[in-house]
């Protein structure tokens, strides 16, 4: 009978681990990190439709040139994924002919871009981005709904889920996000 006493110790000793381990996996994807679908064509070259992607959601503040992803609360609906071109206190201002984007008077080097910000939108420029807010574009310029359109604006640093860390699909493109 003692070998069968031992078995079952073992047995209860592994469904703890398992247990443990589980909502540790669950503590650590809802509140650390997080898994995305990229919806969309407005990232490309960078993100595709239906690259999944691994965002840090906790202890983020966003920064210039960071992917991130922003609640679906805005007055937009869906969540939505951009790069953050601006961020409180930045005078954003776009040269539509051209179609180069400055901030603070310096122009931006976007190699990751699809092609020059040629797309107007209805916002005016030059324009400062408020306190607590981010100013947001698509690398897809010319099919991106972004902060240059009222529809999406400035975006409230409380309304982003995070930044976007690695696409984990498809797995040919598995890597980090720049």
């Known amino acids: ?90 005078t954003v201002n776009i040269d539509f002919a051209s179609g180069t984007v400055t901030v603070n008077g310096i122009a931006l080097d976007e190699p990751y871009v699809s092609a020059p910000t040629n797309g107007k939108g209805d916002m005016s420029f030059p324009l400062t981005v408020p306190e607590g807010m981010i100013f947001v574009l698509g690398d897809n310029r010319p099919f991106s709904l972004d902060s240059r359109d009222s529809r999406i604006g400035f975006i409230d640093n409380r309304d982003v889920l995070g930044k976007v860390l690695i696409r984990i699909y498809p797995f040919s493109d598995f890597g980090g996000v720049e």
Not at 69 to 75: C, E, P, R, Y
């Open 1 to 90: 009978m003692q070998y069968t006493t031992e078995k079952n110790e073992s047995a209860i000793e592994w469904l703890e681990a398992l247990v443990f381990a589980l909502g540790f996996m669950v503590i650590l994807f809802t509140f650390v990190f997080r898994v995305v679908a990229v919806s969309g064509e407005s990232m490309v070259p960078t993100l595709n439709h239906n690259d999944r992607l691994v965002m840090q959601s906790m202890f983020y503040t966003p920064g210039k040139g960071d992917v991130i992803v922003v609640d679906g609360f805005i007055a937009y609906g869906d969540p939505i994924v951009k790069r953050v071109i601006g961020t409180e206190g930045d």
